[in-house]
C-alpha cells in the first residue's frame, strides 16, 4: 500500500462550483409556480436533503417536484435542466491531477444525488478521474454523520494522517478532524493549495 496520503475532495465548491438559478430559470418555462417557489423546493431543500440521502429515488423526487411545480415536462425534460447547475474549477482540477501525478490516490466525497452525478459523468471528463467515490445517495447517509467517515475509511483502506481532506463546509471538516484525518477547511484555491503543500510535504 502506498504510504502517500489519500486525498479526499469534497466536490460542491471545491472541484465543481454550482448555481441552482440556471435550473430554476429554466424550470420556470415549464412551471406554473415563481422562480422563488422553485428555488425554495430545490436547493437545499427539505425534499433535496431527503433525495441525496437516499431517502427516495430519482423518479419519486421528480413525481414530487412535478406535483409541487406542476411542471409540464417529463423527467427526460427535467433531468437536463435540473444537471446544468455545475461549472469547473480549473485550479482545483488541475490540482487533482498534479496530486495523481505525484502517486497520490484520490477520491470524491459528496452529498449529492443520482441526477446531478449522471450528469456531471457525462459533461466533465475529470470526474473520471479519481480512484473512488463516496456518494452520500448510494450510502443512504450524509457529512457530517460519522458513518458515511467509516466508509471512506473502508474505501480508501486508511485512517487518521493517512486521510487529507477538503471541503468547503465547516460542519464536515469537524467531523472529519474528529477522526483524526488531516482536513483543510477550503475557501479558495489560493489558500488551499498551498496549505495542501505544506501538509504534504511536513
Ligand atoms: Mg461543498
Excluded at 406542476?70 to 491531477?97: C, K, Q, T, V, Y
Excluded at 481532506?165 to 482536513?183: H, M, P
Amino acid at each position: 500500500m502506498s504510504a502517500k496520503p489519500a486525498i479526499v475532495f469534497d466536490l460542491g465548491n471545491v472541484l465543481l462550483a454550482f448555481d441552482y438559478r440556471r435550473a430554476v430559470r429554466n424550470l420556470a418555462k415549464q412551471s406554473s409556480v415563481s422562480e422563488a417557489e422553485l428555488h425554495a423546493l430545490i436547493n437545499q431543500s427539505p425534499l433535496l436533503l431527503k433525495y441525496e440521502a437516499g431517502g427516495m429515488t430519482t423518479t419519486e423526487f421528480f413525481n414530487e417536484v412535478k406535483f409541487a411545480a406542476s411542471f409540464s415536462g417529463e423527467l427526460e425534460h427535467f433531468r437536463p435542466i435540473f444537471g446544468d447547475i455545475f461549472s469547473e474549477i480549473p485550479e482545483m482540477i488541475a490540482l487533482n491531477e498534479r496530486l495523481r501525478q505525484a502517486g497520490h490516490k484520490t477520491y470524491i466525497f459528496s452529498n449529492t444525488n443520482e441526477l446531478a452525478i449522471e450528469f456531471i459523468r457525462g459533461r466533465f471528463p475529470f470526474f473520471a478521474n479519481f480512484d473512488g467515490y463516496i456518494l452520500s445517495y448510494e450510502h443512504r447517509c450524509m457529512k457530517p454523520e460519522a458513518r458515511i467517515y467509516e466508509v471512506v475509511e473502508r474505501v480508501t483502506g486508511k485512517n487518521n494522517r493517512g486521510i487529507v481532506y477538503i471541503d468547503d463546509r465547516e460542519e464536515n471538516i469537524v467531523s472529519g478532524a474528529a477522526r483524526g484525518w488531516d482536513v483543510i477547511h477550503h475557501l479558495n484555491h489560493t489558500d488551499t493549495i498551498p496549505a495542501l503543500g505544506e501538509l504534504l510535504s511536513a
